[in-house]
């Protein structure tokens, strides 16, 4: 997922890992979490209640958080 990053070709992928986030936003994982809890955004999970496994969150989701952030250089 890192190379479809760096090539541009964003348009294909339709989730983002935690890792994928912490790369793009340049931040921690923790970070990405603290953000994508803060806006209410919803995360695919398939591990079993309580379990840790891994989630990803679709890129919808992120397009709409990035463009609300989204501010003009003063």
């Known amino acids: 997922m890192r190379d479809e ?3 541009g070709d964003e348009a294909s992928q339709e989730y983002y ?3 994928d986030l ?3 936003w ?3 994982r923790g970070t990405v979490y603290n953000r994508l809890r803060a806006e ?3 995360v695919l999970d398939f591990a079993p209640q309580g379990k840790k496994g ?3 969150v679709p890129a919808a989701a992120i397009k709409q ?3 609300r ?3 003009r250089l003063a």
Do not use: D, H, P
């Open 17 to 19: 890992s935690m890792a």
């Open 65 to 67: 958080i990035e463009a």
């Open 54 to 56: 891994s989630k990803v």
């Open 26 to 28: 340049r931040c921690s």
């Open 40 to 42: 209410g955004a919803q």
């Open 5 to 7: 990053m760096l090539n």
């Open 69 to 71: 952030n989204m501010r």
């Open 22 to 24: 912490a790369n793009r």
